[in-house]
Structures are given as C-alpha cells and as structure tokens.
C-alpha cells in the first residue's frame, strides 16, 4: 500500500500514480532545480540537492556491555534491515554519529535515506493493531510494560518505550518512525532534525530580546520537571541536543537516559544560568536573582521559580522592554515566536506534575503578527452533480526589515457562500455575493479596520445584488436563488467576522480547543434562543430551515451577526459550507485534523486537502468548501519599525 504525500489516499503498490489527485507515486521535481527524482533517490543527481527522506537510527545492543560501532553493524547490500528500505546515508560526516561525544557509549547514531517513503513503516502496522496497549502506555512503568506479553508480541527494543510514552509532548521530542529487534540489537528511527538550530548557535546572536532568552529559560524548566522525573534528564544537559524548531519551541534531537548518579536539579538550574549568561547574552539582574535563588534553594520548588518568572515578565513595562532589547533581530526566517501559554501550562503530558502549587499566572502583553498562512478548496461532494458553493480569498502582505528586526502587516478578506439548494442559480448567487463583498472592501477599505457599520454596508450590497435577479427575473418562493454567507477580515491580528445563514466560523487554539464563533441562523437555533430545549427544538418539522439567507428578500430581512476579537495566540480560523460542518464532524474530530495544522512545519493545502477527502466520507451529501487560515503572533516587542 502507498500512502500519496499530498492527498494521503491509500493506493495500489503497482499504482505510479495516486488514483485520488493523480501525483506521481514514484518520483518528484527537485525542489532546488526542478528535475525529476526517483523518491527512493537521497540526492537530485542535477544539482546535489538532498531530496530523500532522511532519518536518525539510534542501535543498541541488548546486552550489557556490548558497544555497537558501524564497523560492527551488518548490512544488506548498504541497507540497515533486511527488507532493505532503510540505506545508509553517505551524504556527509554526519552519517555516522558517534555517542560518545554526548556521553552514551552504548548506542550508535547514524543517517539513513528511506527508500520506500510512501509505504506505512512496520511500526505504524502494529501499533495501529494493539489500541488498547497504547491507551495505557503512558502512565506504566517500563518494567510493567516489557513484562505485558502484548508488548513482547510486538517484537518492539525497549528504546521505544520512552518516545511513545512522551508522543503528548508534540515537536518537542522527535517522532518515533520505526523501530525492530534483531538479535539483540534494537533500532529506533526517529525523524531527523539536522535542519534544526541549535540553542547553542541561536545564543551566539547579538542582543536576542530578553523575551525571547525568557521563553526559552521557561521552556527548559518546564521540560526538566517532565523529563527528569521519568530519568531522561540527561536529554536537557546535552548542548548540542537542544535545538529551536519553526515555532521557536526547544526541541530535542534525541532521548537520553540519566546516568548514574543523575544530574542533580541543582546542577541542573547551574548549567542553564551558565548556558544563558554565556556572552553576548546577559540576563536581567531579576531575572538571574531568580536562578540564583533556585541554585541556593532558597525557592521552595521549581515551580515557584517558574512562578516568579511569570511575574517578572508580567511587570515589565514597555520602557524596560526597551532598555533591555534594543536590537531585536530575527534567527532565521521567524526566530522570535513566543508561546506565553508555556508560562503557565506545563507541557502536556500523562504524567503526573502536580505538586499542588498554584497556577502560573499568564504573562499579559500585547501581541503582534509574524506569520500568516491561508487555504482554501471546494468541492461538489459524492451524491451533487454540480457545485453551488464558492469562497474567495485575498490576502495583502507588507514586511519591512530594519535595524531593529522585522515587522508584518498583512489584510485580508475570506468569505465562503453556499448557494441555496434546490434554488434555482444557487451558484450564480455565491459568486455574486463573494465577489460584491471582496470588490467593496476593495475600494472601501483604507487604512482603518473596517466598522461594523461599514461590515454591515457591505452585507446589505451583497444581498441587494442577488435580490436584484431575482426581481429582473420575476423569481418567487423556492424559484428565488439565495445564499448563505460567513466572512472574516484580518489586519494584523485583528479579525471581524460575519455570517448569514447556516454557514460556519470556528477557532482552534492549543488552549481553548475548538470554538464555534458563529450561530447558525435556523428555524432550531431561533427556538433554542427563545428557551426551548435543543432536544425538542430539533424534533420539530422545518428544525433547519434558514432564517436568514442574501438574495430571497430584500435588505429588511437581513440582519447579520458581526463580531470583532483580537488573536491572542496561535489560531487556526476556519471557514465553512455546511457540507463539512454537518453531523458534528469537526467536533468529532478536530483534534485529528485541525489541531496539528496549527504547526508551522504542517502545510496548510494538504492539511486543508485531507480534511475535505476525509469530510466527503464522513458527510458528502452536499458540496463541500473550506477556508483555513493560520494566524501565528508573539508579544509585542516595542520597537519603531512604521
């Protein structure tokens, strides 16, 4: 079976091409110069370019004692298992890694290139058949779990355990991709992160802001509570296996065990003052007291450090911010992404980290864009035989760049219509309502964000262009084509959203989950409002019959829901037709499908894509139409860029 890397649909193995989108199942363009190149192949042979899917293999021996070195590892013809999928990678000095350097004798690190990239590794197999095994995993002990015969069944290395156990803790450990025994050697495959800078590289930067060194001080406390209670401490004392993914989250190379003795949390905090004041860095005097206080004890936990962080990021005024980050510059494309939620939610875990302490208080600072992604599909479904809905997407950019960083200003107007069925030119009246309401802003729109009047003004003109065509064509009762119609506009982190209709908006966010910001306009929902029961308003005839759509009347019967809210923290805002909305789907499964898309490493279009192919399963009766956008922001530095 191949699973397509852009449709994720399932095909043949003899397939060459994907039965769904029609990709390539066997080769891609070079992304550096465009020529073609086997999937199998690590290298573009045209330019050089690294084109494989490269993987980090640790192998240990079982017994105590043995230390694997490549010399001794047996391969088949240049591949590290006997399927012969996993080749070993030559493309550098980095092919192969020896522990030692960071203190793990026992295990061997090297490269590979998958071969076989589209096909689901042997681990993704089994671990899909043994649920109930997993559902447990993380709260056992790893004596218990290599005792449980339907662990031994798996045939899985212990090395395993540990990443599988700590899978909740995302991007900040690395994905287990497959895993064997063979003999009493163990392989573990984890997904590679030489693309990744690391901390150390990242602290040579001149002057970063003291938010951001901040953030990073909390992220490595946070993660030392986690880790070092489960003995992999070691992974946080290890420099070079700390690295800075796209979201600006620490992220860890590998997992290692703690030695015996283990490092102490005292000398713990030590090495995380020295890692931080390291020139060019300096910290803050506050801020180092607070180290200095953990390092004496004279803090009665860990947490109350982190507390105390909290608090003194909370009572910096923009002044101090100032004084203390003069030159904010950026590390890479995007290195300055805070996530203020980590000051006061320890990383998600099936862990037990409570120590009854009090709850960290969120530091509250003003926010500011520095990244914005959008998408946008439609689709007829399986049983219509032509597509009604239609969406429209424009999105203006403005970066600037100077001595003091970089700065995004960006605008933008999403709408979704999903033209009334059984109307007659359902499709003429979306298009015409998506196309009114993206001219107006268009003209309209200055420098200031848009009123809710304005918003309102707009509205109106939509549904008076529909209910024009349908006066000039004499249309009457079910004859009369119409409209529903959600809308979001975007400036910086700023949104307004408006509906008419059934059509929805929904927001996801790590903290709040996913939230429904609009309320469909039917007959149900009206009675809900009015004080009935939802059990009774949805047993009546006509439940989801719209009372509010653009175009059947004229502007007296149109009153549109229109709010305003700030993004305070990474969102992903979705716009919908009600093909994809229905039967509670996103609420059944968001977590599965919206969620990881809040990633900056997830592309939107095939997050986007997957979620229409697995909506049209799950629903399919009616057209389908989606709009996602992916807002991300961090604390506002005060620096003039404007």
């Known amino acids: 079976m191949l699973i397509c890397s852009q449709c994720h649909s399932e095909n043949p193995n003899r397939n060459h091409f994907c039965q769904k989108c029609g990709i390539s199942l066997i080769n891609r363009p070079c992304p550096e110069c465009g020529a073609t190149v086997l999937l199998s192949d690590p290298f573009c042979l045209e330019c050089g370019t690294v084109t494989g899917k490269i993987l980090t293999v640790l192998i240990q ?14 391969l088949y013809d240049g591949h590290i298992d006997v399927g012969q999928r996993y080749k070993l990678f030559q493309a550098s000095e980095t092919s192969a890694i020896s522990s030692k350097a960071v203190q793990d004798p026992s295990t ?3 490269k590979v290139v998958d ?3 589209l096909q689901p590794s042997i681990l993704k197999v089994l671990l899909s058949q043994a649920s109930d095994l997993m559902t447990g995993l993380p709260t056992r002990e790893v004596s218990d779990i290599l005792d449980d015969p339907a662990w031994q069944n798996l045939g899985l290395p212990s090395l395993a355990i540990a990443y599988l156990q700590l899978e909740s803790l995302g991007s900040k450990i690395p994905e287990v991709y497959d895993a064997w025994c063979e003999g009493s050697s163990e392989f573990i495959l984890l997904g590679d992160r030489q693309a990744l800078v690391p901390l150390e590289a990242a602290l040579e930067e001149e002057a970063l802001p003291v938010l951001q060194l901040i953030f990073w001080i909390n992220q490595n406390l946070l993660l030392w509570q986690t880790l070092s209670r489960v003995h992999l401490g070691q992974s946080l004392t290890t420099a070079k296996n700390i ?3 796209e979201d600006q989250n620490l992220a860890l190379v590998r997992l290692y065990p703690d030695l015996d003795p283990p490092v102490s949390q005292t ?7 020295e890692r931080f004041t390291a020139p060019p860095q300096e910290l803050p005097a506050g801020l180092g007291e607070i180290l200095d206080r953990l390092l004496d004890s004279n803090l009665d936990s860990l947490e109350s450090g982190m507390l105390e962080i909290a608090k003194f990021v909370e009572h910096l005024d923009s002044e101090t911010l100032q004084e203390l980050s003069p030159d904010f510059e950026t590390i890479g494309e995007d290195l300055a992404q805070l996530d203020v939620d980590a000051f006061n939610t320890a990383p998600d875990t099936n862990f037990d980290l409570s120590d009854d302490g009090d709850e960290l208080p969120t530091a ?5 864009l520095i990244s914005l992604n959008d998408a946008g599909y439609t689709d007829r479904g399986t049983k219509r035989n032509h597509n009604e809905d239609y969406f429209g997407v424009d999105t203006q950019f403005e970066i600037q760049r100077n001595n003091h960083g970089k700065a995004i200003r960006a605008r933008g107007v999403y709408v979704v219509c999903d033209g009334m069925g059984g109307h007659a030119a359902g499709e003429v009246a979306s298009e015409l309502a998506v196309k009114t309401l993206q001219t107006f802003f268009k003209t309209s729109w200055q420098d200031r964000f848009p009123t809710t009047t304005q918003i309102s003004e707009a509205i109106t003109l939509a549904n008076q262009a529909i209910y024009e065509i349908n006066q000039s064509n004499a249309s009457s009762g079910s004859g009369r084509m119409g409209t529903t119609m959600v809308m979001v506009l975007l400036q910086d982190n700023k949104l307004a959203i ?15 989950g996913l939230q429904q910001l609009t309320i469909d306009h039917e007959v149900g929902q009206q009675a809900i409002q009015n004080g009935l029961d939802p059990s009774i308003a949805y047993a009546r005839p006509y439940a989801y019959q719209l009372t509010q759509a653009l175009g059947p009347h004229d502007h007296n019967y149109i009153q549109p829901d229109i709010g305003l809210l700030d993004i305070e923290e990474d969102s992903l805002i979705f716009l919908c037709s009600d093909g994809i909305s229905d039967n509670d789907f996103l609420e059944e499964h968001w977590e599965k499908i919206l969620l990881p898309l809040i990633s900056s490493s997830q592309d939107l279009d095939r997050g986007l894509r997957k ?3 697995f909506a049209n399963e799950y629903n399919g009766h009616d057209n389908l139409t989606g709009v996602l956008i992916r807002i991300k922001v961090r604390p506002q530095i005060p620096i003039d860029v404007w």
């Not at 000398?267 to 003052?273: M, R, S």
């Open 108 to 110: 061997l690190m090297i």
């Open 267 to 273: 000398e713990f905090v030590q090495q995380l003052k």
């Open 243 to 245: 690295c800075i993914d």
């Open 364 to 368: 509250v600072l003003p926010m500011q």
């Open 61 to 74: 021996d079982s017994q105590l004692g043995e230390e694997i070195t490549l010399e001794k590892l047996e």
């Open 611 to 613: 979620l229409m192919e």
């Open 498 to 512: 408006a509906h008419v209709g059934d059509s929805r908006i929904y927001r996801v966010t790590r903290k709040g």
């Open 115 to 117: 071969c076989q990239p």
